[in-house]
Nanobody
């Protein structure tokens, strides 16, 4: 079992920044990959970014490349998503999740957090 708790969401103006955190417990954090997903109203959930268990490999969806940075601190069992130059279209509920294989394959993510709301005003 893995417990994931996201934090750091909020309301920000376009062009602003937020840093999301995902605190993990229950399984050895360094043994699994981490991903950040988001779901906007009326849209399907999509992967935003992912990071390998070592942190050496990352993935970003095209729409956030150059603006978002995923990272992890295996000593503190926490993953992060630094979001800069936010746009109104980034508004969504953001979730973190874990997987043992397949950074980009949503169906392979097995444990999920409860989500944190990010709202970007224009």
């Amino acid at each position: 079992q893995v417990q994931l708790v996201e934090s750091g969401g909020g309301v920000v103006q376009a062009g602003g920044s937020l840093r999301l955190s995902c605190a993990a417990s229950g399984r050895t954090f360094s043994r699994y990959h981490m991903g950040w997903f988001r779901q906007a109203p009326g849209k399907e959930r999509e992967i935003v970014a992912a990071i390998s268990l070592s942190g050496r490999s990352t993935y970003y969806v095209d729409s956030v490349k150059g603006r978002f940075t995923i990272s992890r601190d295996n000593n503190n069992n926490t993953a992060y998503l630094q979001m800069n130059s936010l746009k109104p279209e980034d508004t969504a509920i953001y979730y973190c999740a874990t997987t043992l294989a397949g950074l980009q394959i949503e169906t392979l993510y097995d444990y999920w957090g409860q989500g944190t709301q990010v709202t970007v005003s224009s």
